[in-house]
Protein backbone atom coordinates (compact mmCIF):
# COMPACT_ATOMS: atom_id res chain seq x y z
CA UNK A 1 0.00 0.00 0.00
CA UNK A 2 3.01 2.20 0.52
CA UNK A 3 3.88 1.88 -3.04
CA UNK A 4 0.61 2.61 -4.24
CA UNK A 5 0.08 5.59 -2.04
CA UNK A 6 3.60 6.89 -2.97
CA UNK A 7 2.96 6.76 -6.50
CA UNK A 8 -0.36 8.65 -6.09
CA UNK A 9 1.22 11.27 -4.41
CA UNK A 10 3.43 11.64 -7.31
CA UNK A 11 0.67 11.41 -9.21
CA UNK A 12 -1.24 14.43 -7.62
CA UNK A 13 1.14 16.68 -6.87
CA UNK A 14 4.46 15.70 -9.33
CA UNK A 15 4.40 15.45 -13.17
CA UNK A 16 5.50 12.24 -13.88
CA UNK A 17 2.48 12.17 -16.64
CA UNK A 18 3.20 11.14 -20.30
CA UNK A 19 3.98 14.63 -22.01
CA UNK A 20 2.85 14.21 -25.28
CA UNK A 21 0.66 17.31 -27.16
CA UNK A 22 -2.41 15.35 -26.26
CA UNK A 23 -1.70 14.12 -22.71
CA UNK A 24 -0.71 17.78 -22.15
CA UNK A 25 -4.57 19.08 -23.37
CA UNK A 26 -5.69 16.34 -21.01
CA UNK A 27 -3.98 17.30 -18.29
CA UNK A 28 -4.51 20.50 -18.45
CA UNK A 29 -8.46 20.34 -19.05
CA UNK A 30 -7.99 18.04 -15.81
CA UNK A 31 -6.58 21.14 -13.68
CA UNK A 32 -9.10 22.78 -14.27
CA UNK A 33 -11.88 20.60 -13.62
CA UNK A 34 -9.74 19.00 -10.57
CA UNK A 35 -7.91 22.89 -9.45
CA UNK A 36 -8.15 21.55 -5.43
CA UNK A 37 -6.51 18.45 -6.21
CA UNK A 38 -3.50 20.23 -7.69
CA UNK A 39 -3.71 24.13 -6.96
CA UNK A 40 0.12 24.85 -5.49
CA UNK A 41 -0.29 27.57 -2.19
CA UNK A 42 -2.25 30.74 -3.55
CA UNK A 43 0.53 33.98 -3.67
CA UNK A 44 -1.77 35.48 -0.72
CA UNK A 45 -2.48 32.46 1.57
CA UNK A 46 -1.67 33.15 5.13
CA UNK A 47 0.33 35.23 7.47
CA UNK A 48 4.00 34.91 5.73
CA UNK A 49 7.30 35.58 7.23
CA UNK A 50 8.64 38.32 5.08
CA UNK A 51 12.14 38.82 6.70
CA UNK A 52 14.03 36.44 8.24
CA UNK A 53 17.98 37.18 9.52
CA UNK A 54 19.90 34.69 8.13
CA UNK A 55 22.62 36.41 10.10
CA UNK A 56 22.42 35.04 13.40
CA UNK A 57 26.05 34.53 13.73
CA UNK A 58 26.59 30.76 15.65
CA UNK A 59 26.73 27.93 13.37
CA UNK A 60 25.84 24.28 14.55
CA UNK A 61 25.74 22.08 11.90
CA UNK A 62 23.53 22.84 9.21
CA UNK A 63 21.62 25.62 11.22
CA UNK A 64 22.51 29.18 11.63
CA UNK A 65 21.41 29.95 14.91
CA UNK A 66 21.25 33.34 17.52
CA UNK A 67 23.59 33.04 21.18
CA UNK A 68 20.33 30.85 22.70
CA UNK A 69 20.43 28.06 20.39
CA UNK A 70 16.34 28.16 20.45
CA UNK A 71 15.92 30.50 17.05
CA UNK A 72 18.08 28.90 14.28
CA UNK A 73 17.35 28.23 10.33
CA UNK A 74 18.96 26.31 7.91
CA UNK A 75 21.48 27.59 5.81
CA UNK A 76 21.85 27.60 1.90
CA UNK A 77 18.04 26.54 1.42
CA UNK A 78 16.90 28.51 -2.26
CA UNK A 79 13.53 29.39 -1.85
CA UNK A 80 12.15 28.06 -4.42
CA UNK A 81 8.16 28.22 -6.25
CA UNK A 82 6.80 25.16 -7.99
CA UNK A 83 5.27 27.19 -10.68
CA UNK A 84 8.42 29.81 -10.98
CA UNK A 85 8.62 31.14 -14.60
CA UNK A 86 12.40 30.61 -14.89
CA UNK A 87 11.73 27.04 -15.55
CA UNK A 88 12.55 25.51 -18.29
CA UNK A 89 10.28 25.82 -20.91
CA UNK A 90 9.40 22.57 -21.68
CA UNK A 91 9.04 21.49 -18.63
CA UNK A 92 7.49 24.47 -17.16
CA UNK A 93 3.91 22.78 -18.08
CA UNK A 94 4.66 20.59 -15.49
CA UNK A 95 4.86 23.15 -12.73
CA UNK A 96 0.99 22.69 -11.33
CA UNK A 97 2.43 19.19 -10.03
CA UNK A 98 5.50 20.27 -8.90
CA UNK A 99 5.36 20.89 -5.20
CA UNK A 100 6.86 17.07 -4.97
CA UNK A 101 10.01 17.93 -7.22
CA UNK A 102 10.45 20.75 -5.95
CA UNK A 103 10.56 20.31 -2.40
CA UNK A 104 12.85 17.21 -3.65
CA UNK A 105 15.11 19.77 -5.05
CA UNK A 106 15.29 22.31 -2.11
CA UNK A 107 16.39 19.49 -0.04
CA UNK A 108 18.98 17.90 -2.58
CA UNK A 109 20.59 21.60 -2.89
CA UNK A 110 20.88 22.37 0.56
CA UNK A 111 21.79 18.88 1.60
CA UNK A 112 25.00 18.93 -0.85
CA UNK A 113 25.39 22.53 0.19
CA UNK A 114 26.18 22.40 3.70
CA UNK A 115 27.63 18.63 3.20
CA UNK A 116 30.34 17.73 5.82
CA UNK A 117 31.13 14.07 5.24
CA UNK A 118 30.34 13.52 1.87
CA UNK A 119 33.25 12.48 -0.69
CA UNK A 120 34.95 14.95 -3.17
CA UNK A 121 33.70 12.96 -5.53
CA UNK A 122 30.57 11.36 -6.37
CA UNK A 123 28.38 9.83 -9.19
CA UNK A 124 25.32 9.46 -11.19
CA UNK A 125 22.50 12.19 -11.37
CA UNK A 126 23.52 13.35 -8.11
CA UNK A 127 26.94 14.65 -9.63
CA UNK A 128 25.17 16.19 -12.77
CA UNK A 129 22.13 18.09 -10.36
CA UNK A 130 25.37 19.83 -8.60
CA UNK A 131 27.16 20.02 -11.60
CA UNK A 132 25.00 23.20 -12.65
CA UNK A 133 26.16 26.67 -12.75
CA UNK A 134 23.05 29.25 -12.21
CA UNK A 135 23.53 32.67 -14.77
CA UNK A 136 21.69 35.85 -14.75
CA UNK A 137 18.77 34.40 -16.56
CA UNK A 138 18.72 30.91 -14.49
CA UNK A 139 20.26 30.93 -10.93
CA UNK A 140 21.74 26.96 -10.08
CA UNK A 141 18.81 25.81 -7.76
CA UNK A 142 16.28 26.74 -10.98
CA UNK A 143 18.31 24.49 -13.45
CA UNK A 144 18.38 21.51 -11.39
CA UNK A 145 14.65 21.85 -10.72
CA UNK A 146 14.29 22.10 -14.39
CA UNK A 147 16.65 19.37 -14.48
CA UNK A 148 14.55 17.05 -11.85
CA UNK A 149 11.10 17.78 -13.31
CA UNK A 150 12.64 16.76 -17.06
CA UNK A 151 13.63 13.54 -15.15
CA UNK A 152 9.86 12.82 -13.92
CA UNK A 153 9.08 13.35 -17.28
CA UNK A 154 11.55 10.63 -18.77
CA UNK A 155 10.02 8.53 -16.18
CA UNK A 156 6.42 9.38 -17.03
CA UNK A 157 7.31 8.27 -20.55
CA UNK A 158 8.84 5.21 -19.74
CA UNK A 159 12.03 6.12 -21.35
CA UNK A 160 15.08 3.93 -20.94
CA UNK A 161 18.59 4.72 -20.38
CA UNK A 162 21.21 1.96 -19.93
CA UNK A 163 18.99 -0.61 -20.64
CA UNK A 164 16.78 0.84 -17.23
CA UNK A 165 13.42 2.88 -16.82
CA UNK A 166 14.34 6.25 -15.54
CA UNK A 167 13.12 6.49 -12.26
CA UNK A 168 11.85 9.32 -10.08
CA UNK A 169 15.45 11.25 -8.43
CA UNK A 170 15.19 10.88 -4.33
CA UNK A 171 17.16 10.96 -1.71
CA UNK A 172 17.47 7.43 -1.42
CA UNK A 173 19.60 7.46 -4.82
CA UNK A 174 21.40 10.31 -3.40
CA UNK A 175 22.28 8.96 -0.45
CA UNK A 176 23.96 5.58 -2.78
CA UNK A 177 25.76 8.16 -4.72
CA UNK A 178 28.16 9.52 -2.36
CA UNK A 179 29.00 5.75 -1.92
CA UNK A 180 29.70 3.83 -5.34
CA UNK A 181 26.02 3.00 -5.09
CA UNK A 182 26.50 1.34 -2.02
CA UNK A 183 24.00 1.40 1.11
CA UNK A 184 23.73 -0.75 4.33
CA UNK A 185 20.08 -1.66 3.35
CA UNK A 186 18.79 -4.60 1.73
CA UNK A 187 16.78 -2.58 -0.69
CA UNK A 188 17.47 -0.70 -4.27
CA UNK A 189 18.26 3.02 -3.60
CA UNK A 190 18.15 3.20 -7.56
CA UNK A 191 14.94 2.53 -7.75
CA UNK A 192 11.84 5.07 -6.46
CA UNK A 193 9.94 3.68 -3.39
CA UNK A 194 12.13 0.58 -3.28
CA UNK A 195 13.61 1.64 -0.14
CA UNK A 196 12.34 3.25 3.39
CA UNK A 197 15.67 4.15 4.03
CA UNK A 198 19.27 4.60 2.40
CA UNK A 199 22.04 4.65 4.94
CA UNK A 200 25.74 4.31 4.25
CA UNK A 201 28.92 6.34 6.23
CA UNK A 202 28.44 9.10 3.95
CA UNK A 203 24.55 9.60 3.78
CA UNK A 204 21.37 8.97 5.12
CA UNK A 205 18.09 9.09 4.20
CA UNK A 206 14.61 7.92 4.67
CA UNK A 207 10.73 7.99 4.34
CA UNK A 208 8.82 7.65 7.25
CA UNK A 209 4.75 6.95 6.72
CA UNK A 210 2.73 8.50 9.09
CA UNK A 211 -0.46 6.23 10.36
CA UNK A 212 -0.79 5.79 14.05
CA UNK A 213 2.14 7.31 15.50
CA UNK A 214 2.56 11.02 16.37
CA UNK A 215 5.26 13.62 14.84
CA UNK A 216 5.53 16.78 16.85
CA UNK A 217 7.49 19.95 16.82
CA UNK A 218 10.12 18.79 19.01
CA UNK A 219 10.57 15.49 16.67
CA UNK A 220 11.47 17.93 13.62
CA UNK A 221 13.78 20.23 15.25
CA UNK A 222 15.08 17.55 16.89
CA UNK A 223 15.97 16.12 12.90
CA UNK A 224 17.41 19.88 12.42
CA UNK A 225 19.51 20.07 15.13
CA UNK A 226 20.91 16.44 13.93
CA UNK A 227 21.78 17.74 10.40
CA UNK A 228 18.99 16.43 8.50
CA UNK A 229 17.14 18.69 5.47
CA UNK A 230 13.55 17.21 6.33
CA UNK A 231 10.13 17.78 3.83
CA UNK A 232 6.88 16.64 4.50
CA UNK A 233 3.90 15.56 2.88
CA UNK A 234 0.20 16.64 3.66
CA UNK A 235 -3.28 15.76 2.66
CA UNK A 236 -5.72 18.91 2.44
CA UNK A 237 -9.39 18.58 4.08
CA UNK A 238 -12.31 20.72 4.21
CA UNK A 239 -14.10 19.89 7.38
CA UNK A 240 -18.26 20.00 7.32
CA UNK A 241 -20.12 19.73 10.41
CA UNK A 242 -23.30 17.67 10.59
CA UNK A 243 -25.83 16.57 13.79
CA UNK A 244 -25.19 12.90 15.15
CA UNK A 245 -25.78 11.36 18.30
CA UNK A 246 -22.88 11.15 20.65
CA UNK A 247 -22.46 9.63 23.90
CA UNK A 248 -21.31 11.93 26.62
CA UNK A 249 -17.66 11.66 28.47
CA UNK A 250 -18.27 10.16 31.89
CA UNK A 251 -21.67 9.17 31.43
CA UNK A 252 -23.71 6.77 29.50
CA UNK A 253 -26.21 9.32 28.38
CA UNK A 254 -26.59 9.66 24.51
CA UNK A 255 -26.80 13.22 23.47
CA UNK A 256 -27.65 15.08 20.38
CA UNK A 257 -24.52 16.80 19.16
CA UNK A 258 -22.15 17.56 16.01
CA UNK A 259 -20.54 15.71 13.58
CA UNK A 260 -17.21 16.74 11.58
CA UNK A 261 -16.27 14.66 8.38
CA UNK A 262 -13.11 15.65 6.55
CA UNK A 263 -13.29 15.70 2.37
CA UNK A 264 -10.13 15.16 0.60
CA UNK A 265 -9.53 18.25 -1.52
CA UNK A 266 -5.39 18.05 -2.18
CA UNK A 267 -2.34 17.00 -1.48
CA UNK A 268 1.21 19.61 -0.99
CA UNK A 269 4.66 19.14 0.47
CA UNK A 270 6.43 21.64 2.19
CA UNK A 271 10.26 21.98 3.57
CA UNK A 272 10.90 22.86 7.15
CA UNK A 273 13.65 25.45 7.01
CA UNK A 274 14.21 26.72 10.82
CA UNK A 275 12.36 26.90 13.83
CA UNK A 276 11.98 29.58 17.04
CA UNK A 277 11.50 27.20 19.71
CA UNK A 278 8.96 27.94 22.71
CA UNK A 279 6.58 29.20 19.90
CA UNK A 280 2.84 28.23 19.71
CA UNK A 281 3.83 27.89 15.88
CA UNK A 282 7.36 26.64 16.22
CA UNK A 283 8.51 25.51 12.99
CA UNK A 284 9.54 27.73 9.73
CA UNK A 285 8.76 26.46 6.44
CA UNK A 286 9.54 27.24 3.30
CA UNK A 287 6.37 26.52 1.07
CA UNK A 288 7.35 25.54 -2.60
CA UNK A 289 3.37 26.02 -3.36
CA UNK A 290 3.88 29.97 -3.95
CA UNK A 291 7.54 30.36 -2.09
CA UNK A 292 6.73 32.03 0.76
CA UNK A 293 8.30 31.00 4.29
CA UNK A 294 5.64 30.55 7.17
CA UNK A 295 5.31 29.08 10.72
CA UNK A 296 3.52 26.13 11.27
CA UNK A 297 2.77 23.58 13.98
CA UNK A 298 2.20 19.81 14.01
CA UNK A 299 -0.20 18.99 16.81
CA UNK A 300 -2.72 16.04 16.63
CA UNK A 301 -5.77 17.27 19.34
CA UNK A 302 -8.11 19.22 16.91
CA UNK A 303 -10.22 20.15 20.04
CA UNK A 304 -7.90 23.56 19.36
CA UNK A 305 -9.56 23.84 16.52
CA UNK A 306 -13.22 26.27 16.08
CA UNK A 307 -15.33 24.14 14.23
CA UNK A 308 -17.97 26.75 14.19
CA UNK A 309 -21.03 27.65 16.68
CA UNK A 310 -22.68 24.02 16.00
CA UNK A 311 -19.48 22.36 18.02
CA UNK A 312 -18.98 24.63 20.97
CA UNK A 313 -22.33 23.83 22.90
CA UNK A 314 -22.69 20.21 22.11
CA UNK A 315 -20.35 16.91 22.05
CA UNK A 316 -19.05 16.65 19.29
CA UNK A 317 -17.51 12.97 17.06
CA UNK A 318 -14.84 13.35 14.88
CA UNK A 319 -14.65 10.84 11.75
CA UNK A 320 -11.01 11.08 11.21
CA UNK A 321 -9.33 10.41 7.54
CA UNK A 322 -8.76 6.85 6.99
CA UNK A 323 -8.11 6.92 3.08
CA UNK A 324 -4.45 6.28 2.46
CA UNK A 325 -4.98 4.34 -0.97
CA UNK A 326 -6.91 7.41 -2.48
CA UNK A 327 -3.33 9.42 -1.63
CA UNK A 328 -4.82 11.15 1.31
CA UNK A 329 -4.19 10.41 4.87
CA UNK A 330 -4.82 7.75 8.03
CA UNK A 331 -3.92 10.18 11.15
CA UNK A 332 -4.92 12.44 13.52
CA UNK A 333 -1.51 14.15 13.27
CA UNK A 334 -1.93 17.57 11.38
CA UNK A 335 0.19 20.39 10.26
CA UNK A 336 -1.32 24.07 10.84
CA UNK A 337 -0.10 27.07 9.50
CA UNK A 338 -0.18 30.50 11.90
CA UNK A 339 -3.12 32.60 11.53
CA UNK A 340 -5.31 29.73 10.14
CA UNK A 341 -7.60 27.31 12.02
CA UNK A 342 -10.46 28.92 11.34
CA UNK A 343 -13.59 26.87 11.20
CA UNK A 344 -13.68 26.93 7.28
CA UNK A 345 -10.01 26.54 6.90
CA UNK A 346 -8.26 23.25 5.84
CA UNK A 347 -6.97 20.64 8.34
CA UNK A 348 -3.57 19.44 6.56
CA UNK A 349 -3.33 15.88 7.86
CA UNK A 350 0.31 14.24 7.16
CA UNK A 351 1.24 11.58 5.21
CA UNK A 352 4.74 11.01 4.93
CA UNK A 353 7.75 13.11 6.46
CA UNK A 354 11.36 12.50 4.65
CA UNK A 355 14.84 13.82 5.49
CA UNK A 356 18.28 13.58 4.25
CA UNK A 357 21.12 14.27 5.51
CA UNK A 358 25.28 14.46 3.89
Keep these: MKKISSLISAVLCAA ?38 FTR ?63 LDFQGRTKIFD ?86 NEDIIGWMEKGYVVMIAYARYKPTVGKTMVKNIGDFAILPGSKIDFEFVGQHKVVFSGFRKGAEYPLLINDVGNGKRYYVKLSNDLSQRDFGQATRLRPVKIDYPNDSKKGGANTKNYLEYEGEGKPDDNVNFLVHFDGLRL
Design 57 to 119: GYKKGILDCDVTGDNCTVMNMPLLSQVDLRIDKDVQWMSPWGCYDTSITTVISTALANRKKSP
Design 16 to 53: ILVPTTFAQRKIETAIRVRDLIVAPTAKDFGKQVKIID
Design 131 to 216: SFVGDAAQPKEIKQLSYVYREGKKEGAGEKENGKVVQHLYFHEVAADMSNGLIIQKCNPYIYGNCERATNDFADSFRHWISTDTLT
